[in-house]
Antibody
Framework: QLQLQESGPGLVEPSETLSLTCSVS??????????WGWIRQPPGKDLEWIGT???????YYNPSLKSRVTISMDTSKNHFSLKLTSVTAADTAIYYC???????????????WGQGTRVTVSS | EIVLTQSPGTLSLSPGERVTLSCRAS???????IAWYQQKPGQAPRLLIY???SRATGIPDRFSGSGSGTDFTLTISRLEPEDFVVYFC????????FGGGTKVEIK
């Protein structure tokens, strides 16, 4: 059974870079037609899609975050990563990594979620 | 960006009742790109419905999705105690956004 686990600092200082990794077990991240994404949930706010990387390493980013986001994958370690630069308090959220699937050639809905990791931006 | 509005924010119902949750899109979208998730307190969301009406693996048949254009619904035919949680709709077509969620609570 596929499992995803987020890891990374729980506290990041303003203007710094938030870096998270999602370790995947029970499946290979470069399997055909698999997509891997990041979604966050700020306290008391809606879920927000951050971005997605495909098995072929194509990336899709939320336009509102695109200038600050990089998602990459490391097939040797079977994990994928999120970097969000120049963070502010507005980036405080629970960050989920996710396995996603396309449907009718559009990316993507989420089929599996990590447990989530809480990240606070504060000095 | 397509905005998804879920209403009401909270529904108070009894076990065994039937409930229909609403998700309205700010412009017409294909139901192919609508998904629904359930989220229990302190847990990650769980996929219920994708493609507007297809149940995800392992989801009981009391959950069903429907709709077209700007109006989509998630119906729970008979509420079980574990169904009193939060439900989100999600559009993953031209934009990828989530609704604000509807909480189903016990009356």
């Amino acid at each position: 059974q596929l499992q995803l686990q987020e890891s990374g600092p729980g506290l990041v200082e303003p203007s710094e870079t938030l870096s998270l990794t999602c370790s995947v077990s029970g499946g290979s991240i470069n399997s055909y037609n698999f997509y891997w994404g990041w979604i966050r949930q700020p306290p008391g706010k809606d879920l927000e899609w951050i971005g997605t990387i495909s098995y072929s390493e194509s990336t899709y980013y939320n336009p509102s975050l695109k200038s600050r986001v990089t998602i990459s994958m490391d097939t040797s370690k079977n994990h994928f990563s999120l970097k969000l630069t120049s963070v502010t308090a507005a980036d405080t959220a629970i960050y989920y990594c996710a396995k996603q699937t396309d449907h009718y050639q559009r990316c993507c809905y989420t089929t599996e979620w990590g447990q989530g990791t809480r990240v606070t931006v504060s000095s | 960006e397509i905005v998804l509005t879920q209403s009401p924010g909270t529904l108070s119902l009894s076990p065994g009742e039937r409930v229909t949750l609403s998700c309205r899109a700010s412009q017409s979208v294909s139901s192919n790109y609508i998904a629904w998730y359930q989220q229990k307190p302190g847990q990650a969301p769980r996929l219920l419905i994708y493609g507007g009406s297809s149940r995800a693996t392992g989801i009981p048949d009391r959950f069903s999705g429907s709709g077209s254009g700007t109006d989509f619904t998630l119906t729970i035919s008979r509420l079980e105690p574990e169904d009193f949680v939060v439900y989100f709709c999600h559009h993953f077509g031209s934009s990828r956004t989530f609704g604000g969620g509807t909480k189903v609570e016990i009356k």
